[in-house]
C-alpha cells in the first residue's frame, strides 16, 4: 500500500500533460474534470497512506524508482520518503490543492486560457508534492526549483500584462537569490557528509564541526528566506499577488511559501545543533513578522493585506522554528494553510461579486448580500486572531509558550504581531462587509453570491478552519497532542517544554484577552466611527509614511541592486569590451601592421623564410612566458 | 572500421555537395547526416555492449617520417561529442529548410565537411592528426560566414579567423613542444599517451609553458574572457546556422580539447596555474553575464549569455574532480542542444519579424503559443531547471567547483541569479506582453520548423527527466581523465 504513495504525484503529472497538450481542443468541463479527478485521487491515495502509517510499525518508507544522478561518490537516487511528516504535508497539498481546483471551475469559468490554468496548477501539485517526497536534497531541490517555475507561470498568467509578468519575474529572481543559497547548502552536505540522502546525513549530523553545521544550517535558512518570503527576500510574494487568486490561495499561502518550513523541520538536526542558526532563524522570523504586520495596517487591497499577513504568519512559524518548536510550526502550517486558504478564497469570492475591484475603500456593507463569503471569512479571520476555539489559537498558542521559554523579549514582540494581527484582520472585516457600500452603483447593481463551486469549498475550509485545532490540542489541558506525537519520529532533539501549567494558563489568557481588546478598537475605528482610510499620502502622520511605504525596501533594493547592475552592464559592455578590451585586440592588430610595414623589406617571397620567422617569434614568446 | 566510417559519409556527402551546383540537394544533405547520425548511434550500441571493442577503432601508419598515425577512436568522451555532433547536424540542416540559401548545395557541402573535420577532432588519438582536423574545422565554417554572412561579415569573419588561427598556431607549438618530448628511445611519436608521457616528464617551467600555449587556443575557441571578443560579433553577422555551428559544436573542440590534450599531459602546469585559469572563468562568468543583461540585439545577448555558460564548463573541468569534470561533460551536451535552440528562435524571429532587436519584438505568445512554449522550455534548459538538460552539468561542474573552492563556486553560483534575469527578461519582451507591430505577422510555423522545435524541446527534457544513458558514459569518460592525473 505505502508503494502505491508514488502514484500520488503521478495523477497531477498526467492531468498536466493531458492538459497540456490538448487542453485547447477539450471543452472547459473536460479540462476541469480531468485537473480535478486527477487531484482527487490523489487525495484518496494521500489518506490511504497516511492512515496506514498511523498504525504502521515502519513510519519512513522508502520508494526507489530509478537513479536519477550518479557520479561516483555522489548517488542521487530519485527516490520518495512516506514518513509521518510528508504524510502530513501530502493531505494538505492535495486536500486543499483540490477544494481550489473545485474553486477554480468556477473563478476562472470565463476565462479563455481555462485549461492552461488548470495544466500550471497540476503541474505546480506535481512539483510541490516532489518537494516534500524527495528522500534527498536533490529531489527535494527539483521540486524547489519546480513550485518556483509554476509560481512563475501562474502570476503572470495573464501574459498580456507587463505589470503581472514584471512581477512574476521578480517572484522567480528573487527565489533563486535563495536557491544559491540552498545549492551551496547541498554541496557543503555533500563535502561534508559523502552524500545527499536524508537517511545518509541526519544519524550523521554531529560528525561535522560545529561550524560547518552552522554553516549548512545558514545556508539552507537563506534558500528558505526566498520561498518562504522572509527578510531579506520578502518583497515578492506581494507582488505575486497580481496571479489569479486561487492561485494565490494554494500557492502563495496554503502550499509552496510553506516550503522553508517543511525544509527547516526536514534538517531539524542542523538547527537543534547549531544556537547560533536557531537564533538567526527566530530573529529573522520575527523581524518578518513585525515588518508584515505593520504594513499589512496600512494596505487597502484586500489581496495585499492577505500576502503580507502570509509573510507575517510565516515570520511566526520561522520564529517557532528558532525556538526549537518543530512540531509546533508544522501544526502551524497545517492551521494556516487552512483558514489562510479560505480568506483568500473568500477575498476571491468578494472580488468576483465586486467585478474585479480589490481595493477596501470601494467596498463596505457586503455581508448582506454575499452572505456564505462573509460568515467564511469571519471564521477565517477569527481563526488568525487565535480565539478560542478556532484552529489558529491552538497552534499559535504552541508556538507563543515555546518562544516564552525561548526568550520573553521575542515573546513580547510576537505577542505585538499577534495584536497586529487581529487588528489589520479585523479592520478588512469591518471595512469590507459593515457600514455603507462604497463603490459605483453598477457595481452595487451586480453583487452576487458566488456558485456553488466557488461556495463549497469555501464551507469545507471554514470547518477545517474553526476543527482543525484537535490536531494539536494542549497537553496541559490534558489532552494529547497528535501533531506533536506524530511527528516525533523525525524530530531528531526533542525539546519538551518545561513551564509550568500555570504559566501556560496566563501566556495563554494573556493571548486571548490581548486579541479581543484589539479587535475591539478596530471595532471602534472602523464600525462604530466608520472610519474609511484616507486616499491620499500627504493625509498621513509622519510615522505612518515609512509604513505607508512599506519601508522603502523595494526602492532600496532598486538603488542597491537593479541600478548597479544596470550600470555595470551597460559600462562593462560599452566601455570594457568595446573599448579596452577591442582596443587591445587591434591595438595588437596595428601594431602587427606597422611592424609589417618595416618587415616588408625582409620579406624574399621565400616560404621557407616565413615559417622560420614564424616559428621563430612563437618560440620568442614562449620563452617570455617561460622566464618570467 | 566504425570510425572510418563515420568520417567517411560526411566526407563523401561533402565531396558530393561541393561539386554539384544549384542548390537541390537538400534533401541529400539531410540523408546523409541522419544516416551518419544512426551510424553514431550504432556506434553507441556496440559501445554499450564492449567500451573495447575493435570495431570502435582504427591505426594505421601515416606520415612515417614524423611518426605520425591515423588513429582514430571511441571512448566515452568521444563517443559523447560524437553523438552530439550528429544530433545536431541533422538538425541545423533541417533548420535551414524554408530559409532558400543561394548556392546551397555548397553551403551544405561546408556543413557536412565540417561535421567531417568535428568527428575527426573528437576521434584523433595521434596529437598531429587532431590539428590536421582541427584546421580543417576552420575553413568550412570561415567560408560560411564569410558567403552567406550578413552585411559587414567580411571584416568580422577575418578577425575570427586570425583570431582562432593565432590560437591553433600557440596549440601547435604547445603540442609540437610535448612531441619534441617523446620517445626517450629516439622514435617520437604524436600519439596521445606518449605526449601524455612527455608532458608529465617535463619539469614545472616546462609544463607551464606548455600549459599557456595551449590554454590560449582553447580559451579563444571557447572562448573564455578576455579572448571573447571576436565572439559577439562573429554570431551577429553570420547565417544562423554558421552560428549554430559554432556555438552548438564548434566551441565544444575547445572543452573537449582541454579535457583530451591538455589536462592530462600537465599535470604539474596545472597545479600551478590551474588556480589562475579558475579565476579567469569565474570572472568571466559574471563579467559576461552582467553584459548579457543589458544587451538589445537578441544574437549579441546570446553571444554574451553563451560565454558564460561555457566558462561554467572550463570551470568544472579546471576543478579537476569527478564531479566537475563530469559536469562540464554533461553541460557541454546540454549547452549544444540549447544553443542550436536559441539560434533557430532567433531564425524564426528574423524570418517573421525581421529583426532580432528585443526591444522591438514582444507579444508573440498571443499568436503562436506553440512557437513561446517551445521558446520556453528551451530557455528552461539555459536557466537549468531541474528536469531539464540543463540542470545535471550547472549542478555537477558547480559542485566540483565548490570542492575546489568554496568561495569559487560561490560567485560562480551567482550565473543561476543572473541567468534567470537575462533570459526571463529577454523572454518576457519577446514572447509576453501585448502583439507589436513588427510581430504581427507572427503567424503559425511550417512543418520543418515545427518539427525541428519539437526535437529539440524533446530533448532538453529527456536528458534533464533522465540522463542516467548518457549520463553513465560521462561518468566514464570524467573517470578515465583523473586516472591520468592521479
Known amino acids: 500500500m505505502m508503494k502505491l504513495a508514488a502514484l500520488v ?89 483540490f477544494l481550489i481546483h473545485i474553486y477554480s471551475l468556477g473563478y476562472m469559468k470565463h476565462d479563455d486560457a481555462f485549461a492552461r490554468f488548470f495544466a500550471y496548477l497540476n503541474l505546480f501539485v506535481f512539483f510541490m508534492l516532489l518537494l516534500v517526497m524527495g528522500n534527498n536534497y536533490l529531489i527535494l531541490f527539483m521540486g524547489w526549483e519546480g513550485v518556483g517555475l509554476c509560481s512563475y507561470l501562474l502570476i503572470g498568467f495573464w501574459f498580456k500584462n507587463n505589470a503581472y509578468n514584471d512581477a ?86 496554503a502550499t509552496m511559501v510553506t516550503a522553508g518550513v517543511y525544509m527547516i523541520v526536514r534538517s531539524n538536526i542542523f538547527y537543534s545543533m547549531s544556537e547560533t542558526a536557531s537564533a538567526v532563524v527566530a530573529i529573522v522570523g520575527l523581524a518578518t513578522a513585525l515588518i508584515a504586520a505593520l504594513i499589512g495596517l496600512f494596505q487597502n487591497d484586500i489581496k495585499k493585506i492577505l500576502a503580507y499577513s502570509t509573510v507575517s504568519q510565516l515570520g511566526l512559524m520561522f520564529l517557532g522554528l528558532g525556538a526549537g518548536a518543530f512540531s509546533s510550526s508544522v501544526f502551524h502550517v497545517t492551521t494556516h494553510a487552512f483558514f489562510k486558504a479560505l480568506l483568500f478564497l473568500a477575498a476571491g469570492s468578494v472580488i468576483h461579486a465586486m467585478g474585479g475591484e480589490q481595493d ?24 488568525i486572531s487565535g480565539i478560542p476555539p478556532l484552529s489558529g489559537f491552538f497552534s499559535k498558542d504552541e508556538i507563543m509558550a515555546h518562544v516564552f521559554e525561548y526568550n520573553g523579549l521575542l515573546w513580547f514582540f ?109 471595532y471602534n475605528v472602523y464600525r462604530k466611527k466608520g472610519l474609511v482610510p484616507v486616499e491620499k499620502e500627504q493625509q498621513l502622520k509622519d510615522w505612518q509614511r515609512p509604513i505607508f511605504h512599506k519601508f522603502y525596501v523595494d526602492e532600496i533594493y532598486d538603488f542597491l541592486v537593479r541600478r548597479p547592475v544596470d550600470f555595470l552592464s551597460e559600462s562593462f559592455y560599452k566601455v570594457l569590451d568595446l573599448q ?8 595588437i592588430g596595428n601594431s602587427v601592421k606597422t611592424f609589417g610595414s618595416y618587415i616588408r623589406l625582409i620579406q624574399n617571397g621565400n616560404v621557407s623564410t616565413y615559417i622560420v620567422g614564424m616559428v621563430m617569434s612563437i618560440i620568442c614568446i614562449l620563452l617570455f612566458i617561460f622566464l618570467i | 572500421m566504425l570510425t572510418l566510417l563515420l568520417l567517411g559519409i560526411p566526407l563523401l556527402a561533402a565531396l558530393i555537395l561541393l561539386v554539384a551546383k544549384g542548390s537541390n540537394l537538400k534533401n541529400l544533405a539531410l540523408s546523409f547526416s ?20 575493435s570495431v570502435l577503432s582504427f591505426d594505421a601508419e601515416w606520415i612515417k617520417s614524423i611518426g605520425a598515425h591515423f588513429d582514430v577512436s571511441i571512448n566515452a568522451l568521444s563517443l559523447l561529442m560524437i553523438l552530439l555532433t550528429n544530433f545536431l547536424i541533422p538538425l541545423i540542416i533541417l533548420s535551414s529548410y524554408r530559409k532558400g540559401y543561394a548556392l546551397s548545395n555548397k553551403f551544405y557541402g561546408f556543413i557536412l565537411l565540417m561535421q567531417m573535420a568535428l568527428v575527426g577532432v573528437f576521434m584523433a588519438n595521434d596529437g598531429f592528426l587532431f590539428y ?57 611519436s604524436w600519439n596521445v599517451n606518449e605526449l601524455y608521457l612527455a608532458g608529465k616528464s617535463m619539469n614545472v617551467k616546462e609544463q607551464s609553458a606548455v600549459f599557456w600555449s595551449v590554454f590560449v587556443a582553447f580559451a579563444i575557441k571557447m572562448p573564455i574572457v578576455p579572448f571573447h571578443t571576436w565572439q559577439p560579433d562573429t554570431y551577429v553577422t553570420a547565417p544562423t546556422q554558421g552560428t549554430m555551428l559554432l556555438s552548438g559544436i564548434m566551441l565544444k573542440m575547445a572543452s573537449f580539447g582541454l579535457l583530451k590534450w591538455l589536462i592530462p599531459a600537465v599535470p604539474l602546469g596545472l597545479e600551478v596555474w590551474g588556480h ?26 546570446i553571444a554574451y549569455a553563451s560565454v558564460a555558460h561555457v566558462a561554467v564548463i572550463a570551470a568544472g573541468a579546471l576543478s579537476l574532480n569527478q564531479q566537475g569534470i563530469q559536469g562540464s561533460i554533461m553541460l557541454m551536451l546540454a549547452h549544444g542542444v540549447n544553443a542550436v535552440g536559441l539560434f533557430f528562435v532567433v531564425e524564426i524571429l528574423i524570418r517573421y519579424a525581421g529583426t532580432s532587436e528585443i526591444p522591438k519584438l514582444g507579444g508573440i505568445r498571443n499568436l503562436n503559443s506553440n512557437f513561446g512554449m517551445h521558446f520556453f522550455i528551451i530557455m528552461l534548459g539555459v536557466v537549468a531547471i531541474p528536469l531539464t538538460n540543463g540542470f545535471i552539468g550547472e549542478f555537477l561542474s558547480l559542485n566540483g567547483l565548490y570542492q575546489y573552492s568554496p568561495v569559487m563556486a560561490g560567485f560562480a553560483g551567482l550565473s543561476i541569479i543572473f541567468g534567470a534575469v537575462y533570459m526571463l527578461r529577454t523572454y518576457q519582451h519577446i514572447m509576453l506582453g501585448e502583439v507589436k507591430d513588427t510581430t504581427l505577422r507572427m503567424g503559425t510555423l511550417e512543418a520543418s520548423e515545427k518539427i525541428t522545435l519539437a526535437i529539440i524541446s524533446l530533448a532538453v527534457l529527456a536528458m534533464g527527466v533522465y540522463p542516467a544513458p548518457l549520463n553513465e558514459i560521462a561518468e566514464t569518460a570524467a573517470n578515465e581523465i583523473l586516472m591520468h592525473i592521479k
Open chain 1, 9 to 97: 504525484p503521478l495523477f497531477p503529472l498526467v492531468g498536466f500533460i493531458l492538459n497540456g497538450l490538448f487542453g485547447k481542443k477539450m471543452s472547459k468541463g473536460l479540462s476541469g474534470t480531468i485537473a480535478s479527478v486527477a487531484m482527487l485521487l490523489s487525495f484518496g491515495i494521500s489518506l490511504a497512506v497516511f492512515l496506514e502509517l498511523q498504525t504502521a510499525e515502519n513510519k519512513a518508507t522508502v520508494i526507489n524508482l530509478f537513479s536519477w544522478i550518479s557520479s561516483d561518490t555522489l548517488q542521487v537516487p530519485f527516490e520518495f520518503l512516506i514518513d509521518p511528516l510528508s504524510s502530513v504535508f501530502l493531505l494538505i497539498i492535495t486536500g486543499i490543492g
Open chain 1, 168 to 253: 512574476a519575474k521578480k517572484a522567480f529572481i528573487i527565489n533563486r537569490i535563495g536557491d544559491l543559497g540552498f545549492l551551496l547548502g547541498i554541496f557543503l552536505i555533500f563535502t561534508t557528509y559523502g552524500s545527499t540522502t536524508f537517511g545518509d546525513i541526519f544519524p550523521n549530523a554531529g560528525m561535522a564541526s560545529p561550524a560547518v553545521v552552522t554553516t549548512i544550517a545558514l545556508l539552507l535558512f537563506f534558500g528558505a528566506t526566498g520561498k518562504s518570503a522572509q527578510i531579506p527576500l520578502f518583497t515578492w510574494l506581494p507582488d505575486a499577488m497580481a496571479g489569479p487568486t486561487p492561485v494565490s490561495a494554494l500557492i502563495h499561502a
Open chain 1, 360 to 383: 477596501i475603500r470601494k467596498m463596505g456593507g457586503l455581508k448582506g448580500k454575499i452572505k456564505i463569503t462573509f460568515i467564511t471569512m469571519l471564521i477565517g479571520t477569527i481563526a
Open chain 1, 414 to 522: 510576537a505577542m505585538i504581531v499577534s495584536a497586529l494581527t487581529a487588528f489589520y484582520m479585523f479592520r478588512l472585516i469591518f471595512l469590507t462587509f459593515y457600514g455603507k457600500f462604497r463603490g459605483t452603483s453598477e457595481q452595487e447593481h451586480h453583487l452576487h453570491e458566488s456558485p456553488p463551486t466557488m461556495t463549497i469549498p469555501l464551507v469545507v475550509l471554514a470547518a477545517l478552519a474553526i476543527f482543525g485545532g484537535l490536531l494539536g490540542l494542549p497537553e496541559f489541558w490534558g489532552m494529547s497532542n497528535w501533531m506533536a506525537e506524530n511527528l516525533d519520529t523525525i524530530i531528531m532533539h526533542h525539546h519538551e517544554t518545561r513551564l509550568s501549567h500555570q504559566t501556560e494558563w496566563i501566556l495563554m489568557g494573556l493571548a486571548v484577552v490581548s486579541a479581543l481588546i484589539i479587535i475591539l478598537i478596530a
Open chain 1, 580 to 587: 579596452v578590451v577591442s582596443l587591445l585586440v587591434d591595438g
Open chain 2, 34 to 53: 541522419l544516416v551518419e547520425f544512426v551510424v553514431s548511434v550504432y556506434a553507441w550500441f556496440l559501445y554499450r555492449q564492449e567500451p573495447s571493442s
Open chain 2, 132 to 188: 590536421v582536423f582541427w584546421e580543417v574545422a576552420l575553413i568550412p565554417i570561415y567560408f560560411i560566414c564569410l558567403l552567406w554572412g550578413s552585411e559587414g561579415t567580411a571584416r568580422v569573419t577575418l578577425k575570427f579567423f586570425i583570431y582562432t588561427f593565432l590560437g591553433s598556431l600557440f596549440m601547435l607549438v604547445g603540442l609540437l613542444y610535448l612531441y619534441n618530448h617523446t620517445g626517450v628511445d629516439g622514435t617520437k
Open chain 2, 276 to 301: 589562475t585559469a579558475l579565476m579567469l572563468c569565474v570572472i568571466g562568468i559574471i563579467y559576461t553575464s552582467i553584459i548579457a543583461i543589458g544587451q538589445k540585439d537578441y544574437k549579441r545577448f
